[in-house]
Every structure is written in structure tokens, then in C-alpha cells.
């Protein structure tokens, strides 16, 4: 176990900045994910960490010391990568000892830890077959075992579960999260999918064209996005986005008939006297739709659909499509009154995309 | 009220000794979209490969719009297939694609009215700025809408469509998903949609069909289905987490659940079909009471994960007789390890046979 | 946009049946079709391959001459008890057997050598690997007598480069070992190329991510190259030495080239005896019984190695 720190971790190829000065310390024993869209630079940072890729400028340090200069081989790490990296012709059981043998450790040692591992992950039956054979949420199962065989400095992992079908992606997610928590290594876990994140991370760092832009919880990364992409990055169905036109008496969603005011939304007093434009973020499930009169303005309802037990609406502003909750007791129709939960408004630099509510912090 | 368009009686199909259809039987209603739900390898593609003539069947019916179509080759049957890898040809642009069963011998249209029927499709799908692109420049989205247009174009009696968005990520599946239910209002259409997504079946359809083993377990509306569900299978397909199982037995007119505490009269079940002997004990997860533990009158479980979903969290609990996953309230400060207390609510389960799987149990008043 | 109604009801059925009217046609069987395109090829086949094949076992019960065809008379087993009681022949396939395991072992061991140096990439790599592919594109007549005009014992060049570092010349095509080296020494000029081209796309064949999963877990880069490479490479690399042993067993054009079977007959291949017997002496019957042998003797050792080669793929 260690604890990993980057500073001002730079790594350019040519011209090209794939990640731009980061900063970020993993404590011993954190379950870390690097989460944001494709090409945003958290690939590249694990690489950089796990030592095959190395840094143009900064550092990376294990426990406080340096290992820039130290080949992946060097800085005992494990790693499980998102294509496979099995060893095709070597049984489950050659697969997970090999690394033990190919640093030469004793036969009573490897032994014993294949034992403790086999216990672990209940591997019993399949020590014997060879990868070809299993599906591969199993394989990486697998994987995962020869990792932590060796007892290791950090775990890292690169978008394991992409490569698996959807259905065994969740088993394997919940697996993942159990085995983490019990083993208790130190974990970096890089994806794009950010139900993976919010789901197995102690902390989230979320990254996109190469520079962090949040670091936080997942229920701070939730409920608290720094600006607009992170507040639309995460969740899903994804966050409502709505301009905001101030109007006398509060302010109106972009062109429609719907205006929130201080008294019934309980809109904060700054916001109405803001004097740069802002845009209104709100998830889906903090718009509800209602029979209820005095809850909200009219608004026509576009779509009614189900996820989950949950009913959805869907609404038009202008040219866009925007989401919540259709709350009412009676079912189908296209009246009803739109709310939105005073808690769940969240307040955006039009401009920027910098939330300009209080609580914000990196 | 609704004819029935689609008819699939007894449909049998092996590949090399390995059958994929054992008596496939569904109908399929004029006008609606019908999702057929079921793990890879339950018969999903079949189904629509033996809908559109595709494949030859060892035996059975295909009933199009009240004509039997089962010995009739693929291009008079008329009917539309969206693949799951969007089989675009890759040597034709955008319109080309669109346009090209209009193109065939077996529609004979005038080029003029090619046109106008592949722009106003285009339109549609707001693809209309994509047309002379060539397929392979395309994103996956872009793509995929491509291969709607190119199903719809054709005004086909029917529409198959086999994953068509599982390549696709969750945000773009959302958005096209939406399209799709949009086309559907607007448009009068009949849809066999096949997934393995319980979501991606909810979101648009109107009634949804359990497949596994190559045949229908159960065929119904949602809330049909969670009213009775017929059997482990459709329990365990259904629903996000599905159904909770707990290992138990009938002992003494009380059902009693492996390990845990509570004894439940079988009277609240309904009538019960069984001599006793050991059956399954299924819950919805909704209806399972979770509390801290030592609670009075309530079993034991251990946390064994946690998944953190921003508003809510979903928990894994082991028990003695199974573990099941239930969404719990923020409120609730589980962690892994932690021990939980649970209790199955007074009426709140069916009861399987543990061997064959099916339902038992039967409540008198279902609404 | 509402004039792309998709049509509902009645409308449904009206154009439902205008498609279908005289178009509910039966779906074709198409193995009509697939016969019909096999056929010229199976065509060929018969009469190029079966034909010939045939034709050769049936001359061999025969005593037989292609130049008076009116002797033949039917001698049973006579060719094949006369050939094997031959310690002339005895001795040609002791020598063809060291010719092809000398020519195997070196070709293998220089061929995956030199692939996996092609791995690296290094300046020029492209140029030097087209240059290195050029030997195998020559005929062996060709390389025959390019290498029997660098092996003169007098002005060869081989020979010259010996005498400018003080060894003597050697006499290499006159005596019978220095010609069997000489001769594996053209082939593997001549093939191992094919090696080299074989174990690069074989060792290309392995994703990075095995090797990056390997240097993670510790492993030195000899141990890299004997655990993961070469077992991972070992199909490929096997039906390049299953290919490369049936054809050094069947080679003739290049002694022919080089040594004209000589000294003597010494350095006779058993395929050189074939078209000596059937072409210089027209001993044709007894020529189809050696050819029916060698074919035998082939088609039994590639029989043993190809299902060795199919346990071997069983395991991925």
C-alpha cells in the first residue's frame, strides 16, 4: 500500500498536451477514479503512473519518493488493463503465480499465495482452465487476481469492465467494489462511464482536455459541480441546462411561460440581482411535474416515458428537450404544472460555465 | 380493439444440434412496440432473423398482417430490420444507403420519388446534413440513425429491430431512444424491439416479453408482469435490481426462509399450489423493509457492497437463504461489512417451486 | 413532415398486398447455385491432380517404359521390393535426411532470430526487410547456379574472401560433405527469409498489452521472449517448419544447379533418383513406385505434424 502523490505532472507528445499540469494526492488505501470523456488525459496519467509513459515535466511520487526515473517492472505496481491481458496460453492458474515466478520468488511462498488469492476471488474450479475458455467479466476477475497477488504498491486499473458485455458489466461492478473495500489496496481507476465512478470511487477526479476540473466525493461531485460540464457529465438522465432571463418579480426560464420567483422557488437574493447572465442547472429528478396548482407555472409536456418504476417527462424550451419526474396521481394527458425542488437549483455563469452558488470548491 | 400484426406460433429452430427456438409463440399488436427482453443466447436474434425470413425454421408459423409468411423469402415479406452492428454498406454514401430498397427490383419507384422519400426521412432523423457523407466517416449515433432511416424509408408493415442502440453510449442511447418514441407517436408504426437493457425495454415500449431458453416466459404490460410474475426467470430479468430470491420452505403452513427469522403465514400468499417441499421466496426489492440492525422481527443480513447512484444508493445484501440488491434512501449510512436488518412486508412476495421455477403462489384480487 | 405518414390500418393492407401480389415467392434452396460455382474448379482439380495421381500408382505395379509402351506387363509389388532392397537408395535418403534437418534447424533458428530483431523499430527496417526478402523470390535453378558459380573451387568468390583471411580454398562441390553444407547453405539463403517473414507477422500478432501486462508483472525481456513470444507464436512458427521440412524432402531444382547430383551420384536427392529414373534410364514404372513412396513417406510425416499442430491451437 502507498500513498500516490502527482506534482505538477505535465506530459506532452511533440506538440500535443495530453495532461496539463495535475496535482493530486491518493491517500493509502483510496479507491480513486479518473472519470471524463474521451482523449481527456486519464489514460495517460495512469500510464504515466504505472511507468509506461513518461512524464515531459513534474513528478510522480510513491509514499514521497520519486519514481519518474524507474521502469514499470521497477515501482511495483499491478495493473489490469481494458483489452485483454491474460496470457493466452497459460492456464488461470500460470496466469496469476506468473508474476511471482518471473520475479523469482520461492515455491513455498507462490504456493501460499495462490492459496490466499484462490480463497478470495473463489477461484477453485477454474485454476485448471485456460482464459480462451471464460467469459470475460471472468477473465478479468482474473486479471484482477494476478494483480494483487503480489501485494502491491497501487492498483491500476484501465477501463477493465468496457471490453464486457452490459450485462455482466454490473455483476462485475458490484465485485469490483466488494473485492476493493476488502482487500484494501490503494486504487486508480481510469473510465468514461460515470455511473462506474459515482458507483465504486471514494473520491472522483474528474478531468477533460487534459487538466483536472474537480476533485471531490461522489456525493459532492453529485450535488455540488464545480461548473457546467461537470454538472452534465455526471448523472443520468443528464442535467437541465436552461437559460435564465431576469423578468420583474424573478426569472424566466428562457422563452417559455414559466418564471421562478424568490417567494415560491426561494431563489436566492443574489441571483436575482446578478447582474451577469446565468444559466439554471437542474437534475431531472429535482423537476417534477404536478397536479398541484399552486406548485408551478403551466408548461406543455412533450413526452411521457418510464425508466425504472419511475415516470419521466419530457418538456420544450425554445429549441431543446429538457427532463423530470411526472409526480401527478393521473397518468397520460399533457397538463400539468411544472416544480422545481428549491434544493436542487443549481446556478451557472452563463459565460464561464463556473457555478457561481457559494458551496462550490475543488 | 388491436389486430394482432406479427403471429409467431411454435417456432423451432437448431443450429448444429444447439436450439436456439423450442415453440416460440408471440404476437406482436398493430400499432404498438413490443420489447423481447432476455439474456444473450435466450433467442432474441432468432426470433427477428425468423420474423423477417432470414433463416430457415425446423418448424412453427410466421403470421404477417393476417398472410402466412413462413415459407416466404425476406423481400415480399416487408418488414424493416435495424441491426444491432448497423450493417451500413460500406461503398454507398448516406442517401444511397437510404435509398437503396427503394432502389430494387421489388419496389420499382421512379428516381424523383426516391428522392422525395429519402429527404423527408432524412429530415426526420436529422440526418439531413449527413447525406452525401461517406458511412464509415460517421459517429456511432449518426450511424445508427442511418439505419432507422434507412428501415423507415421503405414504410415496411413492421419494424425489427435487434440491440440497435447497445453500441451506442448511455447518453446517446437516451437521446435516440427518445427519437424513437417520438417517431412512433407521430407515425403509426409496429415495433419488435429485442435487448438484453431492462431500461433501454421500459423506456419505449408499450407491452414487453420475457425470452430465455428459446421460448416466451411470460408476455404482458410491465405492471402486469410485476403483478405476476411467472416464473424465477422473469423475476430475475426484471426490474432494477431485480427480484430478490430467498432459499425457503413450507413448513407447518408457515414459510419459512433459510436463516432468517421471519415465519410467513401461507394464507398471505393467496392459494398455493404445492405439497410443500422447498420453494423460492421472491420479492421485489422495492418491497423489502431494510433497517439497522437488531431491529425486532426482522432477519439479518451482512452489507456486502455499496453503490453510491447521486440521489439514492444501491446496497447487496447477504443473507443465509441468497443475496439480493435494493435501492436504499441516502439517509441511510450503509457501509461494507456493516450488518443490516431486513423484513419481507405482509403480502409482499410470490412463491416458486425451486425446481421448475414456475409461480405458485396465486393472490385472488389483482388489479 | 407529416406527409412521411408510415401507413396505418387499411393502408397497411393495401400496400402489404400491391408488394406482394405475384411476389410471395418460396425462398431458395441456393445449393444449386453453390454447386454451379464449384464446378470449374472441381473440374480442374480431377483432371490436374486426381488424373495424374492415379496414373502414377497405377504405373507403378507396372514394369513399364514411357519409350516402349507396348512392353508393359504387371509386376505386382516387383518396382517397390526392388527399390527398397537398394542400398543405393538407402543411401540417398540418409542424405536427403541430413540435407533437411540441417536445412530446418538452421533456416528456424536464423529465421526467428532475425524476425524478432525486426520487432525494433529501427532506421531503415523497412528497406532492410524488403532487401531480405528478395532471395526467396528467385527460382532454385537460379540460386543453384549462383551458388555454384560462387562456390569454383578456382574463381569463386567464396573462396577468394577464405584466402584473403589465410584459409585455404575448398573444394566445395567435389567432395560429397562439402556439398551437402554447400547446398543447405544456398537453401537456407534461399528460404529462411520465409522464416524471417513468418515469425515477424506471428510475433506482430501479439497485442502490446500482453507485453506491457508482462513488464509490469516483472518480467526481463529474455524472459518475455521464452514465456509469452515463442509460445505464443508456436502455431505460426510450427506450419512454417512443417512447410519448410515437406519442401527441403521434396528438393530437386537446386542440385540439379548446383552439384548435378555429384560428385558421382552422392549428392542425389530421393526426388533427383525420381526424375533420373523416370527421365534419363525411362524405368517409368519403377520411376512412379519411388515417386509413390516419397509421396507416401510425406503425406504420413505431414499427417503426424498437422495434428499436432491442431492440439496445440485447442488450447486458445
Known sequence: MAEITLKNLSIEFGDFKAVDDVNLTVKDGEFVVYLGPSGC?????????????????GDVLFDGQRVNDLTASERNIAMVFQFVSLYPHLSIKENIVFPLKARGIAKAEIARKLDWVTDVFKLGDELRRYPGALPPGARQKVALARAVIRDPAVLLLDEPLSAIDEQFREEMRWELGHLQRQLGVTTIYVTHDQREAMSLADRIVLMNDSRIVQVSEPDRMFFDPINVFAGQFIGSPSMNLIDLVPVSGGLRLGDSEVTLTEKRDRLPQWALASKRPLKLGVRPLNVHLTDEKSAGDALPVDDIFSVGRERFFSFRIGDNIYQGVDKRLSTGGTEGRV???????LFFDADTGRRVDAEAAA | MSAPMLQLQGLKKAYRGKAALRGLDLTVNDNEIFALLGPTGAGKSSTLLASAGLI????GRVTLAGQDVTDADPASRDVAIVFEGFNLLPVLDVKDNIAFALRSPAFREDEKEVALRVGRTAELLRISHLMDRDVGTLSGGEKQRVAIARALVRRPVMFLLDEPLSALDLKLREGLRAELRQIHRQHRSTMLYATHDYHGAIAIADRVGIIDAGIIQQAGTIEE????????????????????????????GHVVVKGAEQRLPVSEFGTVRAGGGKVLLGVWPEDIEIGVADASGASTGTIYAVDNRGFERAIQVDTPAGSFRKVVPLSMPFTQGDACSFRIPQGGGFLFD??????ISQMEDVN | MSDTKIPSGSDTQAIAHATRQNVLR??????????????????????????PIFSLIYYSFYNFSALRQSTMKPVGLGNYAYLLSDPELWERFIFTGKFVFICVTL????????????????????VIFTILMMPMMLSPVVVGFLWRYMLNSEWGIINFLLSSVGIAKIDWLGQTNAALWAAAAADTWMWTPFIVLLATAAFRGIPETIYEAAEVDGASPAYRFFRITLPMSAPVLFIALILRLIDSFKQYDLFVALTGGGPGSSTETVSFSVAKTAFSYFYTGEASALAVILLVIIIGLSMILVRHLTKMGEKY
Not at chain 1, 339 to 345: A, C, N, S, V, W
Not at chain 2, 56 to 59: F, G, K, T, V, Y
Not at chain 2, 225 to 252: E, N, Q, T, W
Not at chain 3, 26 to 51: D, E, N, Q
Request: charged share 20%; net charge positive.
Open chain 1, 41 to 57: 488525459g486519464k489514460t495517460t496519467t495512469l500510464r504515466c503512473i504505472a511507468g509506461l509513459v513518461k512524464a515531459t515535466r
Open chain 1, 339 to 345: 416544480h422545481f425542488e428549491p434544493e436542487g437549483l
Open chain 2, 56 to 59: 430457415d425454421l425446423d418448424a
Open chain 2, 225 to 252: 408482469i410485476y403483478a405476476r410474475p411467472a416464473s424465477v426467470i422473469v423475476g430475475k430479468l426484471v426490474g432494477s435490481p431485480s427480484m430478490a430470491f430467498f432459499d425457503a420452505a413450507i413448513d407447518d
Open chain 2, 354 to 359: 425451486a425446481a421448475s421455477g414456475k409461480r
Open chain 3, 26 to 51: 418460396k425462398r431458395s434452396s441456393g445449393r444449386l447455385m453453390i454447386f454451379g460455382f464449384l464446378s470449374p474448379t472441381l473440374a480442374i482439380l480431377l483432371f490436374m491432380v486426381a488424373y
Open chain 3, 107 to 126: 533456416q528456424m533458428l536464423i529465421g526467428i532470430f532475425v524476425g524478432y530483431q525486426m520487432q525494433k523499430n529501427f532506421r531503415g527496417r523497412d
